[in-house]
């Protein structure tokens, strides 16, 4: 069982910046792809980033620009870098990981807060 755990999150400023990390508990080289979600209060869950095991990156709109997801497989950890932070941007963000078995089982970490505020 793959286990995901985030660090990084906590208290910007508009305009700041934060580095999100999430490490996996296993060789991610099983992994088919990591990324993060983020959910705000009231708001759906919605994808901000995503890395491939190709190294692949895909961004939400919002994202583009701002945001830079990337990883160290000798860590297995994948990094988001948020800049030029807004107080939109403030959202519980999970990591995730999509494990290929005879099925893609997809894990979820526990959520790491990010507020933007100033």
């Known amino acids: 069982q793959v286990q995901l755990v985030e660090s990084g999150g906590g208290l910007a400023q508009p305009g700041g910046s934060l580095r999100l990390s999430c490490a996996a508990s296993?060789?991610?080289?099983?992994?088919?792809?990591m990324g993060w979600y983020r959910q705000a209060p009231g708001k759906q869950r919605e994808l901000v980033a995503l890395?491939?095991?190709?190294?692949?990156?895909d961004y939400a709109d919002f994202a583009k620009g701002r945001f830079t997801i990337s990883r160290d497989g000798a860590k297995n950890t994948v990094y988001l870098q948020m800049n030029s932070l807004k107080p939109e941007d403030t959202a519980v963000y999970y990591c995730?990981?999509?494990?290929?078995?005879?099925?893609?089982?997809?894990?979820w970490g526990q959520g790491t807060q990010v507020t933007v505020s100033s």
């Open positions: 890395i491939t095991s190709g190294g692949t990156t």
């Open positions: 296993e060789d991610i080289s099983r992994i088919t792809a």
């Open positions: 995730y990981a999509d494990e290929q078995r005879l099925a893609v089982v997809r894990h």
